[in-house]
C-alpha cells in the first residue's frame, strides 16, 4: 500500500503533468539543499535518496579526486583570474577557455585532492568520484524546510515548463490556435497557448488586422527558444509558411503528399498566390484546394482573416508558368531571358491593369512566385515593372488612362467637327 508521501506525489505528478522520477529528484533537490542549511555547509556537494515509503533518507558529499596543488599557487592563480576577468569585462566581452588554462582551478565543493581522497578510501585514484557518506544528526529545523519549499516549488516549476518547451519545440514550423491576451506598449502581442505564452511582434502581425483580447486564431510557430525567464515562443500570422501550414491542414490531399506546393507569394492581409502541383492524373490539384462549392477555400481565407487566395497550376515551363502567375489576367505571350532572370509579358489593352493589380500588387506577387523580374508590356501601350515602386505604377497606369481619354476627346472633337461642318453645308444648300 502506497504511503501518503507517495500518494502526494503522484498527485503533484497528475496536476502538473510530470513523470513521478521528476517529482522526486525535485524532492531529494530541496532535502540536500535543507541539509546543507541545517547539518552541512556550501562547500559540500551534497546526493540525496529518499524512500518516500519509508521515509529514510541517505546523505552524501559528492567529490571528483584530482592532482594534488599547492595552496598558495591556488590563491595566487585565483586573484590573477580575477584581474583577467575585471579587464575582460571593461572590454566587454567574455573570457575564453584559451586565455586561462595557464592558470590552476580548483574547485572545493565538486573536487577534493589526492591526499585528501586516500585519506577516506586507500584505493582511490584520479578521476574517481568519491561518495562520501553524512550523517543526519536530527530532524530538520523550520528555516531548512523554509528552504525545502522554496526549492521544490522552484524545481517543479523548472521541470513544468522544460516540458512544455519540450511540447512546443515539436511544434515549431507548424500552425497553432491561440487566444489574444493584450497588446504591450512596443506593439507585441502577448498569446495564451494554454499553459504558456507567444509573442507576435509588430513585424509578424497582419497589416489591418485587429487583434482584439479574447480572439482565438492561429499562429505560426516561428521559433521555440529556451531563454533565461523560460521558454520564448515567437509566433507569426503574417509568413507565407502560415499559409503552406493552414493548406497542409486543411487539404487533406496537401498533407498525404498527392498535392505539392510548388510555390508561394504572399502581400500579408491582402493577396496570396500559391502555385501547385501533382504527378497523379487522377487528381485536380486546383480543384482539391477549392472543394467542393469552395468550401475549403473559404475556410482558408476566413482563417487568414479575409486575404485573397489566388490558386494556380504549377509548370515546368517558365513561360508557362509566369502567364499562369498573372492570372487573372490574360497574357498573350511572353519572352524571357534564363541568364538574368527577366521576362516580358505581352498582354492586352483591357488585359493591362488586370495584369498589373492594384498598386502593382499582381505583378510584384507574380514575380515573387516564379523568381522572375516581369515586365508587364501593353501592346502599344505603357510598360510597368514588377520592381517598379508603387508610386511609379501608379504613375504609369494614370498616363495611360489619362492618354485614353485624350484619344476618347479627340475622336469626339473630330466627330463634332465634321457633324458641325455638314450642318453648314446642309444651311448653305438650303439658303441657296
Given at each position: 500500500m502506497a504511503s501518503e508521501i507517495s500518494k502526494a506525489i503522484q498527485h503533484i505528478c497528475d496536476e502538473k503533468g510530470l513523470e513521478y522520477a521528476e517529482v522526486m529528484d525535485a524532492l531529494q533537490t530541496a532535502m540536500g539543499a535543507a541539509y546543507r542549511k541545517d547539518f552541512g555547509n556550501r562547500l559540500q556537494n551534497i546526493k540525496v535518496e529518499y524512500d518516500?515509503?519509508?521515509g529514510d533518507m541517505k546523505v552524501w558529499d559528492v567529490k571528483e579526486v584530482v592532482e594534488d596543488v599547492d595552496e598558495e599557487r591556488i590563491e595566487k592563480d585565483q586573484e590573477e583570474l580575477q584581474?583577467?576577468?575585471e579587464k575582460a569585462r571593461e572590454e566587454d566581452r567574455e573570457l575564453t577557455e584559451e586565455e586561462i588554462e595557464d592558470l590552476v582551478r580548483f574547485n572545493p565543493k565538486t573536487e577534493i585532492m589526492m591526499k585528501d581522497a586516500l585519506e577516506v578510501k586507500k584505493s582511490a585514484k584520479l578521476g574517481d568520484i568519491l561518495e562520501i557518506e553524512l550523517e543526519v544528526p536530527t530532524e530538520f529545523g523550520r528555516m531548512a524546510a523554509q528552504t525545502a519549499k522554496q526549492v521544490i516549488i522552484q524545481k517543479l516549476r523548472e521541470a513544468e515548463r522544460n516540458n512544455v518547451f519540450e511540447d512546443l519545440k515539436e511544434q515549431e514550423g507548424s500552425v497553432v490556435q491561440g487566444v489574444v491576451h493584450k497588446r504591450d506598449r512596443s506593439g507585441t502581442i502577448i498569446i495564451d497557448l494554454g499553459k504558456i505564452s507567444g509573442q507576435v511582434l509588430p513585424s509578424e502581425q497582419i497589416r489591418g488586422e485587429k487583434l482584439r483580447p479574447g480572439l482565438?486564431?492561429?499562429f505560426y510557430v516561428e521559433s521555440v527558444d529556451m531563454g533565461p525567464r523560460g521558454p520564448q515562443i515567437l509566433l507569426s500570422r503574417s509568413t507565407p509558411k502560415m499559409v503552406q501550414s493552414v493548406f497542409e491542414q486543411e487539404i487533406p490531399e496537401i498533407a498525404a503528399g498527392d498535392v505539392v506546393i510548388k510555390g508561394i507569394?504572399?502581400?500579408?492581409?491582402?493577396?496570396?498566390?500559391?502555385?501547385?502541383?501533382?504527378?497523379?492524373e487522377s487528381i485536380d490539384p486546383i480543384g482539391s484546394c477549392i472543394g467542393q462549392r469552395g468550401s475549403r477555400?473559404?475556410?482558408?481565407?476566413d482563417e487568414l482573416g479575409g486575404e485573397k487566395v489566388d490558386i494556380i497550376q504549377y509548370k515546368e515551363d517558365p513561360k508557362e508558368y509566369i502567364k499562369e502567375a498573372l492570372s487573372p489576367a490574360k497574357v498573350d505571350r511572353v519572352e524571357i531571358d534564363e541568364e538574368e532572370k527577366t521576362a516580358i509579358a505581352h498582354v492586352a489593352e483591357d488585359q493591362f491593369s488586370l495584369a498589373i493589380g492594384r498598386r502593382g500588387q499582381n505583378v510584384r506577387l507574380a514575380a515573387e512566385l516564379t523568381g522572375y523580374r516581369i515586365d508587364v508590356v501593353e501592346e502599344g501601350g505603357e510598360v510597368v515593372s514588377s520592381e517598379d515602386s508603387i508610386d511609379e505604377v501608379k504613375k504609369?497606369?494614370?498616363?495611360?488612362?489619362?492618354?485614353?481619354?485624350k484619344a476618347e476627346e479627340m475622336e469626339v472633337s473630330v466627330e463634332e467637327t465634321q457633324k458641325d461642318e455638314s450642318e453648314e453645308k446642309e444651311i448653305s444648300e438650303e439658303t441657296a
Open positions: 518516500p515509503e519509508t584581474l583577467r576577468r482565438r486564431l492561429r507569394a504572399r502581400d500579408p492581409g491582402y493577396r496570396s498566390k500559391l502555385s501547385v502541383h501533382t504527378d497523379d477555400i473559404s475556410t482558408i481565407i504609369k497606369i494614370e498616363k495611360d488612362q489619362n492618354e485614353e481619354v
